[in-house]
């Protein structure tokens, strides 16, 4: 039976190149700093993000633990969007790691308003607050269905914070989904933080890691707490050099699988079922309209071949990536049509 794989953009494979890259690849112990290729990823990163320094890190998960860790202290508050990956889907690390608490804020499709951050600003002249030491973003942001947050969204909240003096971290897992959604380089985006975490092993297709970028002494000290959290990785160029291409040569075809997505949404409405806006390559489809919970769903499609995930009790995600053809969303189409005459 054919399988197609939509649960995430996770699960692309490296590319030819990227395997080449990596049996060629020159190496050192990066604990030293002695990897040249891992040196050469955090050059191009840093470089690409536009920030002074760049470090890789294990996963967008340990990138922005690390930046947590790095910006705040035990007790200190954190403002972050309540359906955001860092607070959502990274096992309370924010709490069991930094020891920090979370303010969460609803945002409009994954946007933070600049009104309700300034309003949840802990002012510190009051003895009984927590100190507000970080507000976070995320872009795309997942749970909004891959929904790219703007220059001009990202401003707002940025000139607050610092109007406050806070720092800005940015969850990129999808910086650069939103970049070529909005047809803007992503320095247009990553200006308005303070540090920015983006995955290579998502829709880019390297097989491991993400990069973790900020000013210089940020950076320093961030490399203390990756080595603390046991991700001081060695001859970790073979991991970097798939990174090295993923920045370079792998973004722009993002549109592709945005292309994908889209016809897979339009498909979805003309099967009349419930989907979210789509402005990447993420695709929500509400299930209740047709009786089915999110996993029973699946189930069912499973049992065809078709893969997705379930992200509420009545929505299911579908995540289009490099593996996914025109021909296979068409056969997603139409195992989807089938399934509906099934249970309808
Ligand atoms: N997201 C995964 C799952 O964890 C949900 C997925 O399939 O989408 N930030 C954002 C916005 C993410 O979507 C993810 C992964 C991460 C951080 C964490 O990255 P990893 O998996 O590398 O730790």
Same mark, same amino acid.
């Given at each position: 039976? #054919?399988?197609i794989d939509l649960r995430s953009d996770t699960v692309t494979k490296p590319t030819d190149s990227m395997i080449?890259?990596? *049996?060629?690849?020159?190496?050192?112990?990066? +604990?030293?700093?002695?990897? @040249?290729t891992v040196n050469r990823l955090e050059e191009i990163a840093a470089e690409r993000l536009g920030k002074e320094a760049a470090l890789f890190v294990t996963s967008g998960t340990q990138g922005n633990q690390v930046a947590v860790l790095t910006h705040c202290g035990n007790g200190d508050e954190v403002i972050v969007e309540a359906d955001s990956h860092i607070f959502y889907y990274e096992g309370g690390a924010m709490a069991a790691l930094a020891g920090v608490q979370t303010r969460t804020?609803?945002? +409009?499709?994954?946007?933070?308003r600049p009104e309700d951050v300034e309003k949840a600003i802990r002012q510190a002249t009051n003895i009984h607050f927590p100190r507000t030491k970080l507000i976070c973003m995320e872009n795309t942001h997942n749970r909004a269905g891959g929904a790219v947050i703007s220059p001009a969204q990202m401003k707002g909240v940025y000139d607050v914070a610092q109007k406050h003096g806070i720092p800005v971290h940015l969850d990129? *897992?999808?910086l650069f989904n939103a970049a070529v959604a909005l047809g803007v380089d992503v320095r247009e985006l990553s200006r308005y &933080? &303070?540090?920015?975490?983006?995955?290579?092993? #998502?829709?880019?297709? *390297? @097989? +491991?890691?993400?990069?973790?970028?900020g000013d210089k002494a940020f950076i320093e000290e961030a490399r203390w707490w990756r080595k603390k959290l046991g991700g001081g990785l060695r001859q970790a160029g073979y991991l970097a050099a798939p990174g090295i291409i993923a920045l370079t040569e792998?973004?722009?075809?993002?549109? /592709?699988?945005? /292309?994908?997505a889209e016809q897979l949404a339009e498909g979805f409405r003309r099967l009349?079922? /419930?989907?979210? @806006?789509?402005e990447t390559n993420i695709v929500l489809v509400k299930t209740d309209a047709i009786g089915q919970t999110a996993v029973d769903f699946l189930r069912l499609l499973a049992e065809q071949g078709v893969y997705a995930t379930d992200f509420d009790e009545y929505v =299911?995600?579908? &995540?289009?990536?490099?593996?996914?053809?025109? *021909?296979? =969303? #068409?056969h997603a189409l139409d195992t989807v049509e089938a399934l509906l005459h099934r249970v309808s």
């Open positions: 039976m #054919k399988t080449r890259a990596m *049996a060629e690849a020159e190496v050192g112990d990066d +604990v030293y700093r002695e990897d @040249p804020l609803a945002g +409009v499709r994954g946007a933070l990129g *897992a999808r &933080t &303070t540090s920015v975490q983006v995955c290579l092993s #998502k829709g880019l297709s *390297a @097989p +491991v890691g993400s990069i973790l970028a792998m973004t722009e075809r993002l549109a /592709e699988d945005h /292309e994908r009349s079922l /419930e989907v979210e @806006p789509v =299911v995600r579908f &995540t289009t990536h490099r593996h996914i053809t025109e *021909a296979d =969303v #068409k």
